[in-house]
Nanobody
Framework: QVQLVESGGGLVQAEGSLRLSCVAS????????MGWFRQASGKEREFVAA????????YYTDSVKGRFTISRDNAKNTLWLQMNALKPEDTAVYYC????????????????????WGQGTQVTVSS
């Protein structure tokens, strides 16, 4: 079992920044592939960013490239999502997710590949 606890969400004005954190417990963090997803009201959960087990490889959905940065510290069992230049369309509940499929250089963009999910943290961007 893996427990994931997100924090760092809140209300911010457009062009502002937020940093989301996700602390993992219950399994060796370095053996997990990690990702961030988001779900806006009335919409399906969508992929935001992913990072491989070592932290060297990252992947982003097009709409956040150049604005968001995913990173991890395996010694601290922590995943982050630095979000800059936020837009109202970034408003959603953000979830961190962990996959047991940890292979070098491999990252996953679909919910089906992830085995564990956090409870989510609300991000609201006002215009």
């Amino acid at each position: 079992q893996v427990q994931l606890v997100e924090s760092g969400g809140g209300l911010v004005q457009a062009e502002g920044s937020l940093r989301l954190s996700c602390v993992a417990s219950g399994r060796t963090f370095s053996r997990l592939s990690m990702g961030w997803f988001r779900q806006a009201s009335g919409k399906e959960r969508e992929f935001v960013a992913a990072v491989g087990w070592s932290g060297s490889n990252t992947y982003y959905t097009d709409s956040v490239k150049g604005r968001f940065t995913i990173s991890r510290d395996n010694a601290k069992n922590t995943l982050w999502l630095q979000m800059n230049a936020l837009k109202p369309e970034d408003t959603a509940v953000y979830y961190c997710a962990a996959s047991l499929y940890a292979f070098p250089g491999v990252m996953f963009t679909t919910t089906e590949r992830y085995h564990y999910w956090g409870q989510g943290t609300q991000v609201t961007v006002s215009s």
